[in-house]
């Protein structure tokens, strides 16, 4: 296993030319080169943003290994896993899955398939994961669970559709809706399930049947409502704009809800 070196982006001090930092950015990789394994250079050669506004990044690749992209907010830290995937052909691009919200460091790790970690520490390797992407995850310790249930990862968008229903919102009617839920948040491995959202229609009876939740239904409420300082789980809803159009001719906006209590809908929102 090797990495990549630390790469610094903030945000809030980003120059008025993107092609500018980016040129900066790769004049920087040559003189910052470290080793993959069988003694290629390896380093990360582009950085760019997405249509949406997430960061990526163009690093060499090699069918014999696979790539991870981590996340942290100093250098000394190992930070924290945001993206994965294997490669089918000499480059790849890997993009961070958060929109960027500070200053951060990034770097690649370059691991052999023969010899995969467990990233995610859920006792099965990061390769068995990546080969049944969707119902498993390799950067997400939950179990999996079935089709009927939902998913651990969305892929693209077909997946989408087939976990979502269409509810109201306000402002938004008829729209597709995906529940998820997040169990654990207290704890070092939280757990992340979209939720088949034409299966159960709560997120407590989907933690109970699916998810292997072991409290009462009650204790569910105080945890994942009603509470900022003893929060244990988060729920919310994922929707999909399909009309909406931005200034800029954009379409494709999908924004998180979160839950403050059982049914409602109203604490937080953040475009994905």
């Known amino acids: 296993m090797s990495g990549a070196p630390y790469f610094l982006v903030n ?7 993107l092609q500018a930092a980016i040129a900066l950015l790769s004049l920087l990789a040559l003189f910052l080169p470290s080793m993959a394994a069988g003694s290629e250079p390896f380093s990360i050669r582009r950085i760019a943003k997405t249509e949406g506004g997430k960061y990526q990044f ?10 991870t992209l981590y996340r942290s ?32 460091f990034y770097r690649v790790v370059s691991t052999p398939i023969a010899t995969p970690s467990d990233t995610d520490g859920d006792g099965l390797s990061d390769i068995d994961e990546l080969d049944d992407l969707g119902r498993l995850n390799p950067l997400n310790p939950a179990a999996p669970i079935g089709d009927l249930d939902g998913r651990l990862m969305i892929t693209d968008r077909s997946v989408f559709e087939s976990l979502s229903h269409r509810d109201n919102f306000p402002g938004a009617q008829d729209v597709r809706e995906v529940k998820f839920l997040i169990l654990g948040i207290n704890t070092d491995a939280p757990r992340l399930f979209f939720i088949n959202s034409n299966t159960h229609q709560y997120h407590v ?27 244990h789980n988060v729920a919310g809803s994922l929707i999909a704009h399909d009309n909406y159009i931005a200034d800029d001719g954009r379409g494709d906006l999908h924004h998180a809800v979160l ?11 953040q475009g994905v």
């Open 11 to 17: 945000p809030k001090r980003q120059p008025s030319s």
């Open 58 to 67: 163009l690093v060499p690749a090699a069918a014999d290994h696979y790539f």
């Open 73 to 104: 907010r100093t250098p000394s830290d190992r930070g924290v896993a945001v993206a994965m995937a294997r490669a089918e052909g000499p480059e790849l691009w890997l993009t961070d899955s958060s929109l960027p919200g500070g200053r951060y």
């Open 205 to 231: 009876f989907f933690a109970q049947s699916a998810a292997g939740y072991p409290s009462s239904h009650s204790y569910f409420n105080q945890t994942t409502y009603f509470t900022n300082s003893n929060r």
């Open 259 to 269: 839950a403050d209590r059982p049914g409602r809908r109203a604490l937080y929102r």
